[in-house]
Each structure stands twice: as structure tokens, then as C-alpha cells.
């Protein structure tokens, strides 16, 4: 087994790669925050989620979301919670939704990184979440189900009072280093157990298993290791494995871009469904129809990647 001191340099690299995308997009989103530009979009999108069947306040949450992260949307939730009414399908729709695009700047950076169009594979959260979540919030209410109404008067808080521009950027610089510590020893910790995994033959068993998944995904059995990690935990950790396993093994740009877009689609779907479950949202769309939707959309991907003489898109 590689020596502990080796996989600290090999989880270090990795890190740093991440970092280097990471800090200046949390640096610009946090001054569009302050300056209230992530507020003037998501009021200039509030009237089109009349079209998704969506209460116009739904338009702040998801744009924040997209913006920030799931934490963020939950928040602007907790915000507009006493103003907003939503049935427990609406609410699940706009969980998916929350699901399917999210943190974008910051994710789509790590794609791009990786080796796949950052304008590409954001694009297809956007648009996948925005149809899926009209397809669920028509559909449901269509169906006259989940209709009950969802209270969230729980998630009401007492609302802060306005931090001076420059008061801001101390609670941002510790949360900063908090969220870049925790990337670094979760990186450090998955490179630990795939390293081990890979030794007791595990890593071989499970790409045996996913083959099948993979083949009608497109993908190269390859990258199933490191795709299931980014699945499970996130795109960030996945993405920072890729970006290394690209460079090693030289994965083409089509497996790039498939595994990247999987990703994009659906990842960290233990905690983030877990934090949209709590909400109320049902498991059964946020989670199972995420999943299906996603592999039927990598499965149409495939089929047009695979089509003679198309072209592939890449990040160059």
C-alpha cells in the first residue's frame, strides 16, 4: 500500500488544483452578494416560474441557489417562508430543481477544469432542472397529487440586520478557510480509501457492477471509481479526482465530457437529497426521478456523442 506520507502529496496536489478554482469564484460571488447582484436576478427571473407552474418567489430561491449553494437556497427559503405558499409538490419540484443546478459558478469551474465546457454542462443542469421541475409541478397538480400544502414557518428566522459592505468580509474569510479545510481533508480521506479499496480489489468489483450502467451511459468503465465518488459525495471531489485521472490515464474528450455531465446532473445525492428531504420534498422526485432522468439524458448524450462524425465538445 502507497505510503502515508505519498498519498498526503497526491491528496495535496489534488487539493491545490481544486483550490485554485475554488477561492476567486467564492471571492466573486461573495462580492456579487454584497453588491446585490445575486438579488437583481433572482427578482428579474421571478416571473418566469409562473411557466413552471411556481410561485414568483421561487425565482429567489433558485437563483440563489445556482448561484451559491444548497445552503444558500435553503436560506433564502427560510426568508421568504412566511410570504411564499407552496403544495408539497411545488416544494419538491423546486427541490429538484435546487438539486439539479446549484453552486454553478464554482462547479462548472471544476468541469471545466476536468476537461468539459463549463457553458455546456451548466447549461444542461439549467435547462434539465428547469423542464424537470415543470414536468413534476404540471404533472402533480395535474394528477391532484402531493397537493397538501408544506409549512416551513420552521425555517423562519429573525432576520439579521444589514452587515456594513467591509464588516462582511470577516465572517466570509472564516467561512472561506472553513469550507477549504473540510475540501482538504475530505480529499485527503477519499484518497486514503480509494487507495485501499483499489488494493483489496474492491475498485475492480464495482466497476464491474456499474459496467452495464456505464456502457449505456457511454462511458469507459474507467472512470466508474472515481464517477461513483463524485455521485455520492460531490462534484467537487469527484471533479478533483478526474482532473487527476484524466492526466494519468488520458481519458478522451468524450469520456470526460460524459462523466462530467453525469456529475453535473446528479451528485452528492446522500447529503444534499438528505437536506431537500427535510424540507418535505418527496423522495420519490428529488431522488428517484432525478436519477432516471439523468441516466436517460447521459443514454440520448451518448447515442448523438457516438453518432459518426459529430463533433465533441471539450473545454479548449
Not at 31 to 49: D, K
Not at 219 to 243: D, F, K
Request: glycine fraction near 8%; aromatic fraction near 8%; hydrophobic fraction near 55%.
Amino acid at each position: 500500500m502507497m505510503s502515508i506520507f505519498h498519498l498526503g502529496q497526491r491528496s495535496w496536489r489534488m487539493f491545490l488544483t481544486v483550490a485554485k478554482i475554488m477561492l476567486p469564484i467564492l471571492f466573486f460571488v461573495h462580492i456579487a452578494e454584497q453588491l446585490g447582484i445575486v438579488t437583481w436576478l433572482a427578482r428579474a427571473i421571478s416571473p418566469l416560474m409562473a411557466l413552471l407552474n411556481l410561485p414568483p418567489e421561487a425565482g429567489i430561491v433558485w437563483v440563489t441557489t445556482i448561484l451559491t449553494n444548497i445552503y444558500g437556497g435553503i436560506a433564502a427559503l427560510g426568508l421568504l417562508s412566511d410570504s411564499m405558499s407552496l403544495t408539497h409538490a411545488q416544494l419538491s419540484a423546486l427541490g429538484a430543481m435546487m438539486l439539479f443546478a446549484h453552486n454553478l459558478p464554482m462547479e462548472q469551474a471544476i468541469a471545466q477544469r476536468a476537461g468539459a465546457s463549463a457553458w455546456i454542462t451548466g447549461s444542461l443542469r439549467l435547462g434539465v432542472g428547469g423542464v424537470y421541475g415543470a414536468f413534476i409541478a404540471w404533472g402533480l397538480s395535474y394528477l391532484d397529487w402531493l397537493n397538501t400544502p408544506v409549512s416551513l414557518s420552521w425555517l423562519q428566522a429573525e432576520k439579521a440586520a444589514e452587515t456594513h459592505f467591509w464588516a462582511s468580509w470577516l465572517p466570509w474569510l472564516l467561512n472561506t478557510l472553513k469550507t477549504l479545510g473540510m475540501t482538504a481533508a475530505i480529499i485527503f480521506c477519499l484518497v486514503v480509501v480509494l487507495d485501499v479499496l483499489e488494493r483489496i480489489g474492491f475498485t475492480r468489483l464495482l466497476s464491474q457492477c456499474l459496467t452495464p450502467v456505464l456502457k449505456l451511459s457511454g462511458l469507459n468503465e474507467r472512470v466508474a471509481p472515481v464517477t461513483t465518488v463524485g455521485v455520492l459525495l460531490g462534484l467537487s471531489y469527484g471533479g478533483a479526482l478526474i482532473i487527476e485521472q484524466a492526466q494519468k490515464n488520458q481519458f478522451d474528450a468524450k469520456t470526460r465530457l460524459l462523466a462530467l455531465s453525469w456529475l453535473s446532473l446528479s451528485h452528492s445525492l446522500i447529503e444534499d437529497t438528505l437536506l431537500i428531504m427535510a424540507l418535505g420534498a418527496n423522495i420519490w422526485v428529488i431522488l428517484v426521478g432525478r436519477v432516471l432522468v439523468t441516466l436517460v439524458v447521459m443514454a440520448l448524450m451518448a447515442a448523438y456523442l457516438n453518432r459518426p462524425r459529430r463533433p465533441v465538445f471539450t473545454s479548449s
